[in-house]
């Protein structure tokens, strides 16, 4: 069974970091596109970073590239988001999602995605 676990959100003034982390089971994270995606109060699911199976390709949101940056560790078999220089609008519930290719799938498909955890908490204050 494919199971998601995110952890690391919390309070953080603007400016400041967070990094978050996705334990997989039931899979092997580097067998498969992994992302991040996040949900604004009120809005919808946004795609935000992915990397592809291999590792060697990632892409970013706009507004977060040169913040964010996506990782993962193979013998942890977990998914990382290091989250830097925050503003307030990064505030969100932030998920990770298996994708079911090992290329990294279009933002749109990425947000349909089945497999996805709990989500985490992430809140910036101004």
């Known amino acids: 069974e494919v199971q998601l676990v995110e952890s690391g959100g919390g309070l953080v003034q603007t400016g400041g970091s967070l990094r978050l982390s996705c334990a997989a089971s039931?899979?092997?994270?580097?067998?498969?596109?992994m992302s991040w995606v996040r949900q604004a109060p009120g809005k919808g699911l946004e795609w935000v970073s992915s990397?592809?199976?291999?590792?060697?390709?990632?892409n970013y949101l706009s507004s977060v590239e040169g913040r964010f940056t996506i990782s993962r560790s193979n013998a942890e078999n977990t998914l990382y988001l290091q989250m830097d220089s925050l503003l307030p609008e990064d505030t969100a519930v932030y998920y990770c999602?298996?994708?079911?290719?090992?290329?990294?799938?279009?933002?749109?498909?990425?947000?349909?995605?089945?497999?996805r955890g709990q989500g985490t908490q992430v809140t910036v204050s101004s």
């Open positions: 039931g899979f092997v994270v580097s067998d498969y596109s």
């Open positions: 990397m592809n199976a291999g590792g060697a390709v990632t």
């Open positions: 999602a298996k994708s079911s290719t090992r290329y990294i799938p279009s933002p749109k498909v990425v947000v349909t995605e089945p497999h």
